[in-house]
């Protein structure tokens, strides 16, 4: 879909920024239709688009509906915004349906794997579905017909449900006809069936399958007239006043407990739902027609994950890859004799995470090791990183760690981190009121020789060992004393809440980094007025910040030449005539997630390239805490412009180039057809650099 800018005088030139994120989805969903893709993993693609849709309408979407159902405009949100966005969503979601069932299952098929539905079933597979109906799924359900003494249950966000209408009448002779049934999450959604003796072929049963073929046994002595899948997504975007919050830990778990149940946005229902049904739904939910979606399968595809994960066909997966061990970090020699001698960078996932956990696991057990301070956004549930914290403290380590306990949908597994680390006698903080700490960092402190000496860690992303196989990011080892002393004083900050001393080398949100960048781009423009070289390289998940595009528009009518890789969303249009004339915007989706934020600075013979856990987006420059941090080890800047910037500017197998309409293109597309077998990936690329397959 186009999204036409307006004039560039006007600050609605940017394109719209929600759907902008459609438009991400839609690229990805493009790698679930990709022949070339192993099957499994084009499954998996699937899912992460519904996963996403998930979140846009837990966290995005309440403004549109509030504007739809007030017929006023909410900020931003209108009723045509409402409009814009469902019918885009409609068709995506319809997209989605149609390659599942038309193309991904019938492949599966003809590779012996099939979901089996109640009319395929022989008897021997009727009587084992059955069997596990009456053992494993039927003491778990409680089906509850509505009536004056049992209104319409609580139904949580995202859950399975089924809406049942019944003929006859009840044990006490009344015709109440509407009965719902929740399916506990408890519940597999795929369950494999027992194999046949001497076959290779794998089937499976849908959950919803097994239900609503035994839905007859829940209502004993009544008819079931007709019935449906049901699931409802609702708003889920915690929002807590901390100037009047107490204790903020008990205050989200309170809160977590009732985001499951805030308001309705959107209602999923099977195809064949009767109107009477749905619209029985639509009222009890308060929603309007619109926010209704028939969907020809399960309703909730994220749970193909379920399925991947018991399919055991490796040759229908990606060939496996295994991270190389960091060149620059020789094995066996110490962390801190390795970086006495210079910076050391890790490029994730090519380049193994475990660096990172074996840098802190010598840190916590080296007894000259004094204090280890470390902040916490998302860890993952499993915990590695506070398991190293805990044992630090067993050994007598001061350990700080600086708990982001607002990390949206960690709160929980962040809530539990904190209060393990709380449990051994380390020092948990939770930062600053009314603002996450996003930034990614660890400072060790080490006695040498009469002396304390500071290490660092810093990182484009999160310290999660799960996430890190399947992320790019950037980690950074340093022992600068610019930058470490700098990182000190950001903790102390965080700690204390004094005032923040000046930094020598790091940009920190929310106080200099936007500043910084804005300086940055405006040096360049003063170089390109002055008719010097002048050129900005950036690369980031999302671009929304209004001064920073607004100051990227003018740097561009200036002359300087700017090339951006912006995974996500993006409001500034490339290529528009006396606009954005020379700024290219290219979004590379791959096998693997791109994170990694890069920020390149050249304007006549001087350079600067800065990292940073910032995307360019306005929370994270003014309602964060976030750090950018310069790489002023030259070869190491070279290595980043080639393997962050330069291999993803070439990259014509996966990249999307944004055009002047707002709409993307492929790369690849845009080649001639003789020209385009074996065009290059720069994650492809990177993992025949690094990593090992196989």
């Not at 930062?431 to 930034?439: E, P």
């Not at 856990?613 to 003014?622: T, Y």
Request: one cysteine or more.
């Amino acid at each position: 879909m186009s999204q036409t800018p307006a004039h560039p005088s006007t600050r609605h030139a940017f394109l719209d920024r929600d759907q902008s994120i459609l438009a991400f989805n839609e690229r990805v969903l493009d790698w679930a239709c990709r022949r070339e893709v192993p099957l499994l993993e084009r499954l998996r693609f699937l899912a992460i688009v519904s996963s996403n849709l998930d979140e846009f309408f837990e966290v995005r979407f309440a403004p549109h509906h509030a504007a739809r159902m007030s017929q006023e405009q909410r900020g931003i949100a209108t009723v045509e915004t409402f409009r814009a966005l469902t019918d885009r969503i409609h068709a995506l979601v319809a997209r989605q349906y149609a390659l599942y069932n038309d193309e991904l299952l019938p492949a599966l098929e003809k590779r012996g794997i099939r979901i089996i539905t109640h009319g395929q079933r022989n008897p021997r597979q009727r009587r084992w579905v059955r069997e596990y109906f009456v053992n494993e799924v039927q003491p778990l359900l409680l089906p509850v017909a509505l009536d004056p003494s049992h209104p319409f249950p609580q139904v949580a966000n995202k859950s399975l449900n089924f809406i049942v209408r019944l003929g006859g009448r009840d044990a006490f002779g009344r015709e109440n006809e509407i009965a719902i049934v929740k399916v506990p999450r408890a519940l597999k959604r795929f369950v494999a069936m027992p194999p046949v003796a001497g076959s290779k072929q794998q089937h499976f049963v849908s959950i919803s399958s097994i239900i609503r073929t035994h839905l007859p046994d829940l209502f004993p002595g009544r008819t079931v007239l007709e019935f449906s899948q049901f699931r409802v997504t609702r708003h889920s975007d915690l929002a807590l006043d901390e100037e009047e919050v107490k204790n903020l830990r008990t205050a989200l778990r309170l809160g977590l407990q009732q985001r499951h149940f805030g308001q309705a946005l959107r209602l999923e229902v099977s195809a064949g739902c009767s109107d009477f049904l749905a619209d029985f739904l639509l009222e009890q939910f308060e929603l309007p027609p619109e926010s209704l979606y028939r969907v020809p399968g399960p309703v909730n595809l994220v749970r193909l994950n379920q399925l991947v994960d018991q399919i055991d066909a490796p040759a229908l997966r990606f060939e496996r890859f295994t991270p190389g061990w960091p060149v620059s970090l020789p094995a066996g020699q110490s962390f801190f004799e390795r970086l006495k001698q210079g910076d050391v960078l890790i490029h994730q996932p090519y380049e193994s995470f475990d660096a990172v956990l074996a840098f802190l696991r010598e840190a916590a057990e080296d007894p000259n090791v004094l204090a280890i301070k470390q902040t916490i956004y998302r860890t993952g549930t499993r915990g590695e990183m506070t398991e190293l914290l805990r044992e630090a403290v067993r050994r007598g380590k001061e350990v700080t760690a600086v708990v982001e306990l607002k990390a949206r949908f960690d709160e929980e597994a962040n809530i539990n981190h904190a209060e393990r680390l709380e449990s051994v006698g380390a020092q948990v903080v939770y930062g600053v009121v009314g603002l996450k700490t996003h930034a990614k960092m660890l400072l060790v402190t080490r006695r040498e020789g009469g002396r304390l000496v500071r290490y660092a860690h810093l990182s484009t992303g999160n310290y999660n060992p799960g996430t890190a196989k399947l992320y790019t990011d950037i980690s950074y080892f340093t022992a600068d004393e610019d930058i470490t002393a700098d990182v000190d004083a950001v903790f102390h900050h965080l700690a204390s809440q004094n005032r923040l001393p000046k930094l020598r080398r790091l940009w920190m949100a929310p106080f200099h980094l936007q500043k910084g960048l804005l300086e940055r781009i405006e040096t360049c423009i003063e170089a390109a007025r002055a008719g010097q070289p002048a050129q900005i390289m950036l690369k980031m998940n999302a671009l929304t910040d209004e001064p920073l595009a607004r100051a990227l528009v003018q740097a561009s009518q200036a002359g300087v030449q700017i090339d951006a890789i912006v995974r996500g969303a993006c409001i500034l249009p490339a290529g528009v005539p006396g606009f954005t004339e020379h700024v290219r915007i290219r979004s590379v989706i791959g096998r693997f997630l791109e994170h990694s934020r890069v920020f390149y600075f050249r304007w006549g013979d001087q350079e600067e390239l800065w990292l940073s856990s910032a995307d360019w987006m306005n929370r994270n420059m003014l309602r964060r805490v976030e750090l950018a941090w310069p790489v002023r080890d030259p070869h190491l800047r070279e290595r980043l412009i080639d393997e962050c910037l330069r291999l993803y500017l070439n990259d014509q197998r996966d990249a999307w180039l944004l055009q002047p309409d707002g709409h993307y293109v492929k790369a690849i597309e845009t080649l001639p057809k003789g020209s385009r077998a074996g065009v290059p990936s720069a994650q492809g690329t990177l993992m025949t650099r690094y990593g090992t397959r196989g």
